[in-house]
T-cell receptor, first 114, second 113 residues
Framework: GDSVTQMEGPVTLSEEAFLTINCTYTATGYPSLFWYVQYPGEGLQLLLKATKADDKGSNKGFEATYRKETTSFHLEKGSVQVSDSAVYFCALSDLAGTASKLTFGTGTRLQVTL | GAVVSQHPSRVICKSGTSVKIECRSLDFQATTMFWYRQFPKQSLMLMATSNEGSKATYEQGVEKDKFLINHASLTLSTLTVTSAHPEDSSFYIC?????????FGPGTRLTVT
């Protein structure tokens, strides 16, 4: 079945540091890939997405590129802020064009300090 | 656009009682809604998928008679936790599907005492 593997957290960084959160996936076919962010006490918000190989999703300074050859979708940001402290979830959907079941990774907690 | 609300945001109930959680898509119609459960410091576990006007599809291991899901309209789905017990205490999150994306509600924190 489909699965998503994320790097273990928590990740602690100083403000303005470079961020990478690794995500790899296993899926049949050609899934759509997502990063969701969950701020403390809140629900999930879509951060960015990519629907086909080599697509780059980007939002709020975060980027991730859909790499089919390495089955990866690593999240990066060049300079993190304290306000980026949250839990980040990588996810895939195995049916493009429909709102189908999402498979989530276990989440990576990011803590940014001054 | 694509706002999903949940009500209530927090609920405390006594063991043995039932609790209903509502999930609404406020500005779009959602033929499919999803219910997730999130344990502390863990990922989301899909409980069931509900389609408007039909029975929900439950994931393996989820008790259908305990977690009743109704999707009565294109903008409303409800999850009822029947005869709740302390082990049902969790964070319940719904999402509504539109095209190939899901839009998540803010979640409901259920505490069973």
């Amino acid at each position: 079945g489909d699965s998503v593997t994320q790097m273990e957290g928590p990740v602690t960084l100083s403000e303005e540091a470079f961020l990478t959160i690794n995500c790899t996936y296993t899926a049949t076919g050609y899934p759509s890939l997502f990063w969701y962010v969950q701020y403390p006490g809140e629900g999930l918000q879509l951060l960015l997405k990519a629907t086909k190989a080599d697509d780059k999703g980007s939002n709020k300074g975060f980027e991730a590129t859909y790499r089919k050859e390495t089955t990866s979708f690593h999240l990066e940001k060049g300079s993190v802020q304290v306000s980026d402290s949250a839990v980040y979830f990588c996810a895939l959907s195995d049916l493009a064009g429909t709102a189908s079941k999402l498979t989530f990774g276990t989440g990576t907690r990011l803590q940014v300090t001054l | 656009g694509a706002v999903v609300s949940q009500h209530p945001s927090r609920v405390i109930c006594k063991s043995g009682t039932s609790v209903k959680i509502e999930c609404r898509s406020l500005d779009f119609q959602a033929t499919t809604m999803f219910w997730y459960r999130q344990f502390p410091k863990q990922s989301l576990m899909l409980m069931a998928t509900s389609n408007e006007g039909s029975k929900a599809t439950y994931e393996q291991g989820v008790e259908k008679d305990k977690f009743l899901i109704n999707h009565a309209s294109l903008t409303l789905s409800t999850l009822t936790v029947t005869s709740a017990h302390p082990e049902d205490s969790s964070f319940y999150i719904c999402s509504a599907g539109r095209t190939y994306e899901q839009y998540f509600g803010p979640g409901t924190r259920l505490t069973v005492t």
